[in-house]
Nanobody
Framework: QVQLVESGGGLVQDGGSLRLSCADS????????MGWYRQAPGKQRELVAS???????NYGNSVKGRFTISRDNAKNTVSLQMNSLKPEDTAVYYC?????????????WGQGTQVTVSS
């Protein structure tokens, strides 16, 4: 079973920075694609960034150049460094683990952490 625990959310001013971390208690971290998603009130959940087991990264268009995702396979953690934050980045951020299976993949989610950017 996989348990994802996020930390690092909070309140920050426009232009500030935050770092989110997610600890994965499962045994398959090294092969998982890890990602961060966010959901703002009244909006659909969207991809923020992802990183494959091989270190290939992918970013949502709205965060490119501002956010950086990284992973530490020795510590089973994935982090999201968020710089130049904007009020529109305000959302609940969710850690995601996508574990490959013989038939596709299985998604696991953290409980979410609130990020609020004040103008």
């Amino acid at each position: 079973q996989v348990q994802l625990v996020e930390s690092g959310g909070g309140l920050v001013q426009d232009g500030g920075s935050l770092r989110l971390s997610c600890a994965d208690s499962g045994s398959f971290f090294r092969i998982n694609t890890m990602g961060w998603y966010r959901q703002a009130p009244g909006k659909q959940r969207e991809l923020v960034a992802s990183i494959t087991s091989g270190g290939v990264t992918n970013y949502g268009n709205s965060v490119k150049g501002r956010f950086t995702i990284s992973r530490d396979n020795a510590k089973n953690t994935v982090s999201l460094q968020m710089n130049s934050l904007k009020p529109e980045d305000t959302a609940v951020y969710y850690c995601n683990a996508k574990r490959p299976t013989n038939w596709g993949s299985v998604d696991y989610w953290g409980q979410g952490t609130q990020v609020t950017v004040s103008s």
